[in-house]
């Protein structure tokens, strides 16, 4: 007598996730706790704001468990059997239950031949739509797991020549905002070289290590942001510094900051005395460097402010041009 194997049930959920918040989790991880396998599916139209791809990326993050896939949106909303039919054919299967918060599940799940599950319908248990999200996503940051928040967090960069204030205004920027901040990893590194002979030269290498290392720093802590990230240098400030030792810069660590988002640099002004740490050689040259941040910052077309004056007088136009940041964000389009 042989003996059956029952077949292991499937799921589906289907959605633009656009973007992918707590009520979409809610919906997973119920429908993930219901079967065997779970197939999440995101619909992409070419005029979204936020890639397919993206927006499946961090639905592996979320879940890892089910198996997430991007599908082109066939845009026939209201047409369920079109849509039961193209399920089908990219799935390659009739998936067992189909889980939905809407009543479309119900004839889309009739064509298709599977059982239709209404989840949550009336957003009790998380009361969030994506739409919601899309008009202000910082109203409803807790709506919002930590790498979806990592796209939106307005990124602020402190950038400076020596002795400046640059950490001392990005700790106390995240500090009175209240999150996270990027400490400059190249401080870290230059403090490891302090005990080597006089004569040690940088080269290219050290330098795309510490903007790779940088970035590695920054994109961890975008998780972590309340809804601004302050960072003190980046990529981009290393590509100047490589340029201020070894009297050029370098398309390998230019590259470094290809393709990375500011929404804004604050320039802490050389007005300040120049305090020695142990580890600063360039009080010679600050008016260059300062001059210099602002002419690849113009060069890049990257919007800047200048901080002047005393500590309290910096912090207080900083402050006010991060909450413009917030304050200002427009409705994305849908």
Sequence with gaps: MTKTTKKPTTGLVIGKFYPPHRGHKYLIDFAASKVDQLFVVVCDRSSQTIPGNL????????????????????????????WAKYTKKFLGFTPNFVFTSEDYGHDYCRHMGSIHILVDKKRVHVPISATKVRSNPYKYWQYLEPCVRAHFAKRVCVVGAESTGTTTMAHSLAQKLKTSWVQEYGRFYSEGRLYEPENSKWDTTEFSHIAHMQNQFEDALAKRANKLLICDTNSFATAIWHERYLGHQDKQVNHK????HYDLYLITADDIPFVQDGTRDGEHIRHWMHKKFISELKKHDQKYIVLKGTHRQRLQT????????IADQKTAPS
Excluded: F, M, Y
């Design 55 to 82: 927006r499946a990326k961090w639905l592996k993050e979320i879940h890892p468990k089910t198996k997430v896939l991007v599908v082109n949106d066939i845009e026939k909303d209201d047409d369920s059997l079109a």
């Design 257 to 260: 900051s290809k393709n990375r």
């Design 318 to 325: 900083a402050l006010s041009s991060c909450q413009r940041l």
